[in-house]
T-cell receptor, first 113, second 113 residues
Framework: GENVEQHPSTLSVQEGDSAVIKCTYS??????FPWYKQELGKGPQLIID?????GEKKDQRIAVTLNKTAKHFSLHITETQPEDSAVYFC????????????FGQGTTLQVKP | EAGVTQFPSHSVIEKGQTVTLRCDPI?????LYWYRRVMGKEIKFLLH????????ESGMPNNRFLAERTGGTYSTLKVQPAELEDSGVYFC???????????FGPGTRLTVL
């Protein structure tokens, strides 16, 4: 089955700097990769996603890149702000087509003002 | 439009007791998923309903866990009897179709003493 690895587990940046979180997956048949942001006391919220027919997707300060050959994808946050501080999860949709998501271990991002 | 709701938000029980968690998905969402995050690790899939039918229960840890979705609306997840290792945050998510975005609830934090 699918396995997703996420790094780093914690990331601390200065406000205004960029943050990059990387994930690898094992199942080459996976075709959908969402990123979720979880703030304290809340559930994970989708912030951006990418499908396997696209190499890059951008939405304002966040972008995701996908390298299907290497089976890795990354989240890029530019001009970080204190409100970006949260736990970020990458995921891959399992190729069994039931829709279940396989998550990475999570990255705790701290943006220092 | 109301999001996914879960009840209770927190539950503290003793080993051997029974606990029932409830999830109300977004109205009209046929797909309902249960996930669990244990001790800061990855969010792990438990099971998936399509309407009232269990589509995939491959992630259920053992037969102490019972999930139901009578009538295809809200779902319950019962743990009986609870063990220490069942502690964690239980998330529910719903989506319109299996290929659509999954919306997560705020989670239920279960502590087994």
């Amino acid at each position: 089955g699918e396995n997703v690895e996420q790094h780093p587990s914690t990331l601390s940046v200065q406000e205004g700097d960029s943050a990059v979180i990387k994930c690898t997956y094992s199942d080459s048949a996976s075709n959908y990769f969402p990123w979720y942001k979880q703030e304290l006391g809340k559930g994970p919220q989708l912030i951006i996603d990418i499908r396997s027919n696209v190499g890059e997707k951008k939405d304002q300060r966040i972008a995701v890149t996908l390298n299907k050959t290497a089976k890795h994808f990354s989240l890029h946050i530019t001009e970080t702000q204190p409100e970006d501080s949260a736990v970020y999860f990458c995921a891959a949709r399992d190729s069994s087509n039931t829709g279940k998501l396989i998550f990475g271990q999570g990255t705790t991002l701290q943006v220092k003002p | 439009e109301a999001g996914v709701t879960q009840f209770p938000s927190h539950s503290v029980i003793e080993k051997g007791q029974t606990v029932t968690l409830r999830c109300d998905p977004i109205s009209g969402h046929d797909n309902l998923y249960w996930y669990r995050r244990v001790m800061g690790k990855e969010i792990k899939f438990l099971l998936h309903f399509v309407k009232e039918s269990k589509q995939d229960e491959s992630g259920m840890p053992n037969n102490r866990f019972l999930a139901e979705r009578t009538g295809g609306t809200y779902s319950t997840l019962k743990v009986q009897p609870a063990e220490l290792e069942d502690s964690g945050v239980y998330f529910c998510a719903s989506s319109q179709g299996q290929g659509n975005e999954q919306f997560f609830g705020p989670g239920t934090r279960l502590t087994v003493l």
